[in-house]
């Protein structure tokens, strides 16, 4: 596996007004996927090509942060602020950008499918303005959605009846969502639903200029039997957390299959928790295969949220951990950080809880570690 010294911002496909440098990362083929499309001679739709890059820089905006520029705020308002933020972020030497349009069964965008974000305040598009003020700076846009999370109970009985997540959380005799605690899921087990979420992604592609689609790591929401006991008896597997995870990853593929149906330069990312294990164990979440084979996801980005002396996942070897599970798959592998650490005390590390307290420049050496390793990128959430 090559090392990378630097990350270049080099873009992998982009519109004929952006300049390829001519260095040798840039004579690189496209993906495999992209040679296929364009050797059987498969058109791709016209109008932008979708920016992206080999080496991704990234920042997440979620929605948590979206109470002190929507609510409240004109339209406006609310592109000065998204302007200046997505500004800050390119100079910074950021390059992509996740940003959350369905965070909660809720919607950001303009949608038929899904109820309004619960922040918005306004009848303006908050994702159609955040991506044109995310190009202008050369950012690439990915529209990060949580496909199984819905609103809490409270939340959901303000939705209209209308929507189809409120008709299945309504319907007791209907298996497709579920109340765990004071929130709504869905559940990956039913075909209905997987088509439900790649219907959802297909909207977004379709109606913005978004260059990819971007999920995290909330999969399934609990390790109780109870919550898929009828459909897993059903099935006739013997295995519950095979199962499950088998069910995930449709639900993985239905989504890597809508985008790619839309325009095969677009990408796909998953962004599951650090630890693998827990992953595979707690939520069903088949990194092993998502990262090891391609077809599943165009990169993998573990938020390995951890310093370098938490006791349990030192970051070194949790780095060097999903390298090996990537291996030579050709996946692309970026490595996310917990900027929001910094200055606070990490009551999971064990030894390691006055780490970021201690060290101001944990996150400078991790960028540093990433940099010398065998990833394509690296990006931060604060």
Not at 38 to 52: H, K, S, T
Not at 340 to 366: M, T
Request: charged fraction near 25%.
């Amino acid at each position: 596996m090559k090392k990378i010294a630097a990350f270049l911002v080099v873009p992998l496909l982009c519109s004929c007004s952006q300049q390829v440098p001519s260095s040798s990362d840039s004579a690189e083929a496209p993906t495999a996927y992209i040679q296929e499309r364009e050797q059987l001679g498969i058109e791709v739709p016209a109008g932008r090509a979708p920016l992206n890059f080999r080496e991704q820089v990234g920042r997440w905006f979620p929605y948590t942060e979206y109470d002190q520029y929507i609510r409240g705020r004109s339209e406006e308002e609310f592109r000065q602020e998204v302007q200046k933020r997505f500004s800050d972020a390119a100079a910074e030497g950021v390059n992509t950008v996740y940003l959350h349009a369905r965070p909660s069964g809720d919607a950001y965008y303009r949608s038929e499918l899904f109820p309004p974000g619960a922040l918005l305040d306004g009848d303006y598009d908050p994702l159609a303005i955040m991506t044109e003020e995310a190009h202008k700076q050369g950012l690439s846009v990915h529209a990060w959605v949580n496909p199984l999370r819905l609103q809490t109970r409270e939340q959901m009985e303000n939705v209209p009846d209308t929507y189809i997540t409120k008709q299945w959380a309504s319907d007791p005799e209907l298996p497709y969502a579920k109340l765990v605690g004071d929130r709504w899921y869905l559940d990956p087990a039913y075909s209905e639903v997987r088509e439900l979420i790649a219907e959802g992604v297909t909207e977004i592609l379709e109606n913005y200029d978004v260059d990819g689609i971007h999920i995290d790591d909330y999969f399934y929401p609990t390790t109780e039997e109870s919550f898929d006991r009828e459909a897993f008896e059903r099935s006739g597997s013997r295995d519950l957390a095979r199962w499950r995870r088998d069910n995930v990853t449709a639900m993985v593929k239905g989504i890597y299959d809508a985008v790619k149906a839309h325009d095969g330069r677009q990408v796909f990312g998953i962004s599951p928790q650090g630890n693998i294990e827990a992953d595979l164990d707690g939520q069903y979440a088949d990194v092993r295969l998502w990262a090891g084979e391609k077809g599943y996801c165009d990169y993998i980005l573990p938020q390995i949220y951890y310093g370098f002396r938490n006791e349990s996942l030192p970051f070194e070897e949790t780095l060097q951990a999903w390298e090996e599970l990537r291996g030579d798959s050709g996946v692309g592998l970026i490595i996310g950080l917990a900027g929001y650490k910094e200055g606070k005390p990490d009551k999971w590390a064990g030894a390691g809880e006055q780490e970021w307290v201690e060290d101001s420049g944990v996150i400078e050496r991790q960028i540093a570690a990433v940099k010398a390793s065998g990833a394509d990128g690296y990006a931060v959430y604060y």
